[in-house]
């Protein structure tokens, strides 16, 4: 099994900046990918990046350019947001996979002035 904890979610004006990080522990040797998903009020469930351990990181069109996603090691993995925009509110996963089986409890991401 593996464990997912999210950490960084807030309130930011439109505009700024938010760092959210996913913690994994547990069985992470067989990690292959990580991602970030978000749900907004109301919608679907939503990919917004992924780093696969090889390759390089893909992105959803509305957040290229603004978000990236990183990590340090495989038990830490980032989504740097800049240039924040309303419609970026939304609980914000992570996930793990193979097959995105683990996911985080989510962080709350609101942008409001």
Not at 4 to 11: F, N, Q, T, Y
Request: net charge positive; charged share 15%.
């Amino acid at each position: 099994q593996v464990q997912l904890v999210e950490s960084g979610g807030g309130l930011v004006q439109p505009g700024g900046s938010l760092r959210l990080s996913c913690a994994a522990s547990g069985s992470i040797f067989n990690i292959n990918v990580m991602a970030w998903y978000r749900q907004a009020p109301g919608k679907e469930r939503e990919l917004v990046a992924i780093m696969p351990r090889i390759g390089g990181a893909q992105y959803a069109d509305p957040v290229k350019g603004r978000f990236t996603i990183s990590r340090d090691n495989i038990k830490n993995t980032y989504l740097q947001m800049n240039s924040l925009r309303p419609e970026d509110t939304a609980i914000y996963y992570c996930a793990a996979g193979p097959a995105y089986k683990y996911w985080g409890q989510g962080t709350q991401v609101t942008v409001s002035s």
